[in-house]
C-alpha cells in the first residue's frame, strides 16, 4: 500500500520511470528488502560489546536456531563442530534500510533518533527500542542482518485516554 502511494507521488509530479522499475518497487514490499550502509563495518568482539555483556550466549542461541543444518559451537568448546568465534562472526551496524526506511540503534554515537520502532505480534502493536543491528556471518552461509530489541514495560492500570482516569 505504501509502495502505491509513492507511485502514485511520482506520477504528480511528472516524474517518468519505465514500468519495469515500478513492478519491481511494487513486489519489492513482499521481500525482505534490507540495504546496509556503503561503508563496511569492522567485526566486533561479542563478549565485550553491547548491554551487559549477554551479546554472545543469546546470538550464538538464535543461530542453532537460524541454522540448524550446522554444528554451531563455542568457541571455548572442545566439542567438534563449527566454531562461533566471538571476534570473528558478526559486525556492527549503525543503521539498515528496510523497504526505504531507516532504522538505527542505540548504539550509534551520532542519532539515536530513529531507534525506535513499533513490533507487530498478531493483532498487537509493542514499542520498542534497537538496541544493537548486527550482520552475522557463519562458515559458507549467506550473511544474516539481525537486531537486539528491547520491548517498552508499561502498567497495565495506565487508561488509554486521560479522560479515562474520571
Same mark, same amino acid.
Given at each position: 500500500m505504501t509502495e502505491i502511494a509513492v507511485y502514485r507521488n511520482e506520477a504528480a509530479h511528472g516524474k517518468c520511470r519505465?514500468? +519495469?522499475? !515500478?513492478?519491481? =518497487?511494487l513486489l519489492s514490499s513482499h521481500l525482505d528488502n534490507v540495504r546496509l550502509p556503503l561503508h563496511q563495518?569492522?567485526? /566486533?568482539? #561479542?563478549h565485550t560489546f553491547g548491554p551487559e555483556g549477554v551479546l554472545y550466549p543469546h546470538l550464538i542461541t &538464535?543461530? =542453532?536456531l537460524l541454522w540448524p %543444518? #550446522?554444528? /554451531? *559451537? %563455542? %568457541?571455548? +568448546?572442545p566439542d567438534t563442530g563449527i566454531p562461533f568465534f566471538a571476534s570473528k562472526v558478526a559486525c556492527a551496524l /549503525? &543503521? /539498515?534500510r528496510k523497504d526505504g526506511i531507516r532504522y538505527g540503534c542505540t548504539t550509534n554515537r551520532q542519532t539515536q533518533s530513529d531507534a525506535y520502532a513499533f513490533v507487530s505480534y498478531g493483532q498487537s502493536r509493542f514499542p520498542v527500542e534497537i538496541t544493537v543491528l548486527l550482520v552475522v556471518r557463519v562458515s559458507n552461509k549467506v550473511p !544474516? *542482518?539481525?537486531a537486539l530489541i528491547r520491548r517498552f514495560k508499561s502498567d497495565e492500570n495506565i487508561p488509554l485516554m486521560?479522560?479515562?482516569?474520571?
Open positions: 519505465t514500468m +519495469s522499475i !515500478h513492478l519491481m =518497487r563495518a569492522k567485526f /566486533i568482539n #561479542l &538464535y543461530c =542453532r %543444518d #550446522l554444528a /554451531i *559451537v %563455542d %568457541d571455548f +568448546s /549503525i &543503521y /539498515i !544474516h *542482518v539481525c486521560p479522560w479515562a482516569l474520571l
